[in-house]
């Protein structure tokens, strides 16, 4: 591992559901964003052994997402993704922080699948619920785990070659930083520099 292993407490935000709603072999899981959550759930899934997809609002990050263990990638800007991806996964992850179309994103459930939120929006979303009862789906949330997960998580990091991927700012660079984030322009996380306080 390298210097920015102790980061990774951040990781179990994602960890946790993926072992909870036991993301493994056999199983086809999406990630929804490819932000600082979202590389590190790809990262998991796919040392979980997981056929793992990526959902992400455009094609700009699809090399990126391939290089950290994605097997498939589809731009949810392409309504089209929806209908060829109905049915389809197990579990899906969502990581960002923007309210979606609920009911699209539940449509690529297959028979007990849950959509799984981490991210939190501003705003409450909306679905019907016969989004939920055609195909027995659950929409559910998680936040972290405990002393122990942790623990397992960092674990499985080290032993899978996981870390997450920071950029180290000044403390003085922290309203620009701040302004990156509102424009999606981080890779994947910012890291203050202690040393520049």
């Known amino acids: 591992m390298d210097v920015a292993s102790p980061l990774l407490c951040a990781g179990i ?3 946790s559901p993926l072992k909870h709603w036991n993301v493994g072999p056999g199983k086809k899981v999406a990630i929804v964003g490819v932000g600082g959550l ?6 998991f899934a796919h ?3 997981a056929e793992v997809t990526v959902l992400s609002r455009s094609m700009n990050k699809k090399e990126e997402a391939l290089e950290l ?4 990638y589809y731009a949810t800007s392409n309504q089209a993704a929806f209908i060829e991806l109905a049915g389809r996964f197990d579990v899906i992850l969502n ?3 923007a309210n979606l179309d609920v009911d699209a994103y539940l449509s690529m459930l297959r028979i007990d699948g849950t959509l799984v939120n981490v991210g939190a929006p501003a705003e409450p979303d909306k679905y019907s619920v016969f989004s ?3 195909g027995r789906r659950s929409l559910a949330g998680s936040l972290v785990g405990g002393i122990p997960e942790t623990q397992e998580m960092l674990d499985f990091a080290a032993q899978h070659g996981i870390a997450p991927k ?3 700012i000044r403390a003085d660079q922290v309203d620009e930083a701040y302004e990156r984030v509102l424009r999606s322009d981080v890779r ?3 890291v203050i520099d202690i040393s520049t306080l």
């Open 95 to 97: 990581t960002v922080s």
């Open 166 to 168: 920071i950029e180290v």
């Open 188 to 190: 994947y996380r910012f």
């Open 38 to 43: 979202g590389h590190l759930a790809i990262q």
């Open 132 to 134: 939920l009862i055609m």
């Open 47 to 49: 040392a979980l052994g």
């Open 69 to 72: 263990g994605a097997d498939h």
């Open 13 to 15: 935000t994602t960890y």
